[in-house]
């Protein structure tokens, strides 16, 4: 998910001020269309405008220590979505519903070419670098305790808020992964409505 399919994450790209926000908000964007191996420092600095001088300033550590802090944002910007879509409908089962759509049209904007950096990049690396494998788990991890959280609020009981919030977050990254397989946002808009009616 992660501000998934990237109109958002290309606003945040244009308005990211320092250098090392843009180095982070493009290799996100980047990232949500090749994963980490397809992305190189390179076009990583060329396509941010952010001076090459500053990049092992801000990353001395390199390309991985810079995919960590560009996961972690984009884990963060996806939050704030949700946050915002419960704020909006006032329910889990609402805002999820009303995010699965939201997902489906980006992609649909992006020639469902773009998906959430944090699938592609723990589905291709998440068995073997173990910083990455983190910045995605704390990710997800906060997502569904989010989730979870507002399904307690919603009169859920705390075990079974839990295991709904996985399955909704399992859903929605699974959606995510059909749609580009399918060149269709249509799995997210099916999955997004059936898990608006199963939460309720």
């Known amino acids: 998910m992660a501000k998934t399919a990237t109109r958002t994450t290309s606003l945040a790209v244009k308005r990211a001020t320092t250098s090392r926000e843009r180095f982070v908000a493009m290799t996100a964007k980047l990232m ?3 994963g980490y191996a397809g992305v190189g420092l390179n076009e990583i600095v060329e396509k941010s ?7 092992y300033h801000h990353f001395p550590e390199g390309k991985e220590q810079l995919a960590v802090a560009a996961l972690d944002w984009a884990a963060a ?19 999820i519903g009303a995010l699965a ?13 773009d998906g959430s950096p944090l699938t592609i990049v723990a589905v291709e690396t998440g068995a073997f670098v173990e910083p ?6 704390r990710g997800y991890q906060a997502w569904a305790d989010q989730l979870a959280d507002q399904l307690c609020r919603d009169g859920k009981p ?3 808020a839990g295991d709904l919030a996985l399955w ?7 959606a995510i992964v059909l749609a580009r397989t ?5 799995p997210l808009r099916r999955i997004g409505r059936l898990l608006q009616k199963t939460l309720r």
């Open 101 to 113: 759509a939201q997902v489906a049209e980006w992609m649909e904007a992006s020639g469902c070419k």
């Open 168 to 174: 909704a977050l399992a859903s929605l990254e699974g």
């Open 77 to 95: 910007c996806f939050s704030a979505t949700l946050t915002e879509a419960i704020a909006r409908t006032g329910s889990a089962a609402d805002a």
């Open 182 to 186: 399918q060149h269709s946002a249509e």
């Open 158 to 160: 705390a075990r079974e």
């Open 132 to 137: 990455l494998r983190l910045a995605c788990l």
């Open 49 to 55: 405008g952010a001076p090459k001088g500053s990049l």
């Open 32 to 34: 949500s269309r090749r």
